[in-house]
């Protein structure tokens, strides 16, 4: 690490470079090849979500913590086809009168053996193997769908809030997967919130410039 650490000067610049490491060591963490290394890589993520440049020995926490990931990661992938995934939805409610003026949708996953899974574990690892887009395609149409029927109970109509990640933002098809969503439910476009952080807005700016007139009936809502 110290020795990376050092400026290295490159074509008449100063260059400074860092790295993660995770370490696994044989045989406590493993006896083959395959089970070292992805000890290894995991101890390696470990240290660049803390923060990076840093090293990171395998730990018997540390193992369990990864198998119960890839255990995640193995059902994440299948959950769509089996139907696992559950929405709830939020009110939000005028204090004044005591009427609901809208919903915010929330994504559950009741996976057949692991029983709940929280979205603080799911959500960063759909994200992190791009799961995340048709995941959230589904929603969105879901959604949709959802606040048409209860238009046509007679319900009060009220405006869907939809949270979109920042891997779903940048897909270059969002806008065309938003309007189908639209479209297949006859959801009226002004009746959908989308919500975005501030820094996923600034980042997509020029985007979102571009593609403006796409966005005309659109409401839009920022998360802190």
Not at 45 to 60: A, H, P, Q, R, S
Not at 129 to 150: F, K, N, S
Not at 199 to 213: D, G, P, Q, T
Request: glycine share 8%.
């Amino acid at each position: 690490m110290s020795v990376l650490n050092e400026p290295h000067h490159i074509d008449g610049r100063m260059v400074h470079v860092s790295a993660s490491i995770g370490v696994s060591i044989y045989p406590r963490d493993g006896t083959t090849v395959d089970a070292l290394l992805k000890n290894a890589d995991h101890a390696m993520y470990l240290v660049k979500e803390g923060g990076k440049n840093g090293v990171f020995v395998t730990t018997l926490e540390s193992q369990r913590v990864n198998g119960r990931r890839l255990d995640l990661e193995k059902q994440l992938r299948a959950a769509l086809q089996e139907d696992e995934f559950e929405l709830y939805y939020q009110p939000k409610v005028d204090l004044r009168t005591g009427a609901p003026v809208g919903v915010e949708m929330l994504l559950r996953w009741r996976n057949r053996e692991l029983g709940l899974v929280s979205p603080e574990e799911f959500i960063p690892m759909a994200e992190e193997t791009g799961l995340i887009v048709p995941l959230g395609q589904w929603l969105m149409r879901q959604a949709c769908h959802q606040l048409r029927d209860w238009d046509r109970a007679g319900l009060p109509p009220v405006e869907l809030a939809v949270n979109v990640s920042t891997l779903q933002f940048r897909q270059p098809d969002f806008v065309a997967a938003v309007e189908g969503a639209l479209d297949d439910s006859g959801l009226p476009p002004d009746r959908l919130e989308i919500e975005v952080t501030e820094s996923v807005l600034m980042r997509e700016l020029a985007r979102f410039i571009h593609e403006r007139r796409c966005w005309a009936g659109f409401g839009w809502g920022w998360a802190a």
